[in-house]
């Protein structure tokens, strides 16, 4: 199933509360962590409570799609109850024994991108990236070889859904993509076999984001690779993430991230704990979903806790314009008196952009006459600008925006100055005409 670009909503278009609790049937926190995660990531819910995949999937057998779609609507339908969730959600994944939460994520997060491709063979490239899972969660790094040498670049560009990062030197998340981005020396034995040099010579090496996701997921490698043992110190991340220092094209402004939910693991090893997660509702309270246990918590007690996968969402341009916070800072989270406004927020984001017919609207509403417009200048000096460049990257790419020269004004004043020049000009050769007729050579009188 192809999905448009642009088409996900970022905010919940209901401001749902908290909904159901999850039975643990055995071991399986690990599941019940991951699938609350995923209920309470705005975008996927709202197209999965929109049923539009159940309308239009031709899987004869199982799909995941469909298998999430259900768990979502019947725990948000259901505020205060605990439900079983379905064994199909772990069809083909080992059950009933100690897992680990981020390969159940990804393991789900894969199936659901793999029901969305019809038939049974990958399209591959572009097609891929227009899936609905591709849309919400993906991405593209690059990662760049510069050889030192002959100054020749040779750029790779992979997929990503999640991104793990490496936290042994690192004490927060920051300082762990800092790390990731670092550009590494390649020498000696790792020299770089340049295709232009056709020879091993010095290089930098160095990985970026090339585009970003909607939705970030970022993982926190806990866990040894030859013990399982966990390492044992705190790491700290912020509520709002800024993207943009590691992007590999930089732009003017910050690329915002906010936390949404976070994915716990208590315990010492990977083979030993237990899983939990902290969620932010719709209605901008944030709960402890452990199993079937659900209770209100602050954005302190989300922040404070051993996260392993963290869920980030982008935010939109109206939101930054609406709801300004500084990255790091903790903004206040949603009270009763917001919940009103969610569908009005709601209608306002659809789409993130502005219609081009209301814009038209308001501009032949402000229309004036010559003389009133004479007028308003008289009184109102200096005149504001109407600034269409502020909203000029929000409106759609086939949008051609026709920009009121700057020299509008220079151009009037230097026609005014022509015209009474010719003016002047024209009385000078009547008068020398009439001379040359009477013989006389008249007076006159220059005005200013």
Same mark, same amino acid.
């Given at each position: 199933q192809?999905?448009?670009?642009?088409?996900?909503?970022?905010?919940?278009k209901?401001p749902?509360?908290?909904?159901?609790g999850?039975?643990?049937?055995?071991?399986?926190?690990?599941?019940?962590?991951?699938?609350?995660?995923?209920?309470?990531?705005?975008?996927?819910?709202n197209?999965?409570?929109?049923?539009?995949?159940?309308?239009?999937?031709?899987?004869?057998?199982?799909?995941?799609?469909?298998?999430?779609?259900a768990?979502?609507?019947?725990?948000l339908?259901?505020?205060?109850?605990?439900?079983?969730p379905?064994h199909?959600?772990?069809a083909?994944?080992?059950?009933?024994?100690?897992?680990?939460?981020h390969?159940?994520?990804?393991?789900?997060?894969?199936?659901?991108k793999?029901?969305?491709?019809?038939?049974?063979?990958?399209?591959?490239?572009?097609?891929?990236?227009?899936?609905?899972?591709?849309q919400?969660?993906?991405?593209?790094?690059?990662?760049?070889?510069?050889c030192l040498?002959?100054?020749?670049?040779?750029?790779?560009?992979?997929?990503?859904l999640?991104?793990a990062?490496?936290?042994?030197?690192?004490?927060?998340?920051?300082?762990?993509l800092?790390?990731?981005v670092?550009?590494?020396?390649?020498?000696?034995?790792?020299?770089?076999?340049c295709s232009?040099?056709l020879?091993?010579?010095?290089?930098?090496k160095?990985?970026?984001?090339?585009?970003?996701?909607?939705?970030?997921?970022l993982?926190?490698?806990w866990?040894?690779?030859?013990?399982?043992?966990?390492?044992?110190?705190e790491?700290?991340?912020?509520e709002?993430l =800024? /993207?943009?220092?590691?992007?590999?094209?930089?732009k003017? %402004?910050?690329? @915002?991230? *906010?936390?949404?939910?976070?994915?716990?693991h208590?315990?010492?090893?990977?083979?030993?704990?237990?899983?939990?997660?902290?969620?932010k509702?719709?209605?901008?309270?944030?709960?402890k979903?452990?199993?079937?246990k659900?209770?209100?918590?602050?954005i302190?007690?989300?922040?404070?806790?051993?996260?392993?996968?963290?869920?980030?969402?982008?935010?939109?341009?109206?939101?930054?314009?609406?709801r300004?916070?500084?990255?790091?800072?903790?903004?206040?989270?949603?009270?009763?008196?917001?919940? =009103? /406004?969610?569908?009005?927020?709601?209608?306002?984001?659809? %789409?993130?952009? @502005?219609? *081009?017919?209301e814009?038209?609207?308001?501009?032949?509403k402000?229309t004036?006459?010559?003389?009133?417009?004479?007028?308003?200048?008289?009184?109102?000096?200096?005149?504001?600008?109407?600034?269409?460049?502020?909203?000029?990257?929000?409106?759609?790419?086939?949008?051609?925006?026709?920009?009121?020269?700057?020299?509008?004004?220079?151009?009037?004043?230097?026609?005014?100055?022509?015209?009474?020049?010719?003016l002047?000009?024209?009385?000078?050769?009547?008068?020398?005409?009439?001379?040359?007729n009477?013989?006389?050579?008249?007076?006159?009188?220059?005005?200013?």
């Amino acid at each position: 199933q192809l999905a448009p670009r642009d088409k996900f909503l970022l905010t919940w278009k209901r401001p749902y509360g908290v909904g159901a609790g999850l039975r643990n049937m055995g071991n399986t926190c690990y599941m019940n962590a991951a699938l609350q995660c995923l209920t309470y990531t705005p975008p996927l819910a709202n197209y999965m409570l929109s049923q539009e995949h159940s309308q239009t999937c031709h899987h004869q057998e199982f799909c995941m799609l469909c298998s999430v779609q259900a768990h979502i609507t019947q725990v948000l339908h259901h505020l205060g109850h605990v439900i079983k969730p379905s064994h199909a959600l772990a069809a083909g994944f080992h059950t009933y024994k100690q897992e680990d939460a981020h390969e159940f994520l990804m393991f789900t997060v894969d199936a659901m991108k793999k029901a969305c491709l019809p038939g049974h063979k990958p399209l591959g490239g572009h097609s891929e990236d227009t899936t609905l899972i591709r849309q919400i969660c993906g991405g593209y790094r690059r990662s760049q070889i510069k050889c030192l040498h002959c100054h020749g670049i040779s750029d790779t560009f992979d997929p990503y859904l999640d991104i793990a990062l490496d936290i042994k030197g690192a004490q927060s998340v920051n300082q762990a993509l800092d790390h990731l981005v670092k550009p590494e020396h390649l020498d000696g034995e790792n020299a770089y076999h340049c295709s232009f040099c056709l020879k091993k010579v010095s290089a930098s090496k160095s990985l970026n984001f090339h585009t970003s996701s909607k939705v970030l997921i970022l993982i926190l490698k806990w866990f040894s690779d030859f013990t399982g043992n966990k390492i044992a110190k705190e790491v700290q991340y912020p509520e709002c993430l =800024d /993207m943009q220092p590691y992007m590999s094209q930089q732009k003017k %402004g910050p690329l @915002i991230y *906010v936390l949404h939910a976070v994915l716990v693991h208590a315990g010492r090893s990977c083979q030993s704990g237990h899983y939990f997660c902290c969620v932010k509702a719709g209605n901008g309270q944030w709960y402890k979903m452990d199993d079937a246990k659900v209770t209100a918590c602050d954005i302190s007690s989300a922040l404070s806790q051993p996260a392993y996968v963290l869920f980030y969402i982008q935010k939109t341009e109206l939101e930054r314009d609406s709801r300004p916070a500084s990255v790091g800072q903790e903004p206040r989270a949603l009270g009763a008196e917001d919940t =009103d /406004m969610g569908a009005t927020q709601g209608e306002l984001e659809r %789409g993130s952009c @502005i219609k *081009v017919p209301e814009l038209e609207e308001h501009l032949e509403k402000s229309t004036l006459s010559s003389d009133q417009w004479k007028c308003l200048q008289e009184q109102n000096r200096p005149k504001p600008e109407f600034n269409f460049r502020k909203i000029e990257s929000t409106l759609p790419s086939n949008v051609v925006g026709i920009h009121q020269s700057k020299y509008k004004s220079e151009m009037k004043k230097n026609h005014a100055e022509q015209d009474n020049y010719l003016l002047q000009k024209s009385a000078r050769d009547v008068t020398d005409q009439v001379s040359l007729n009477t013989g006389k050579v008249p007076s006159l009188e220059r005005r200013a």
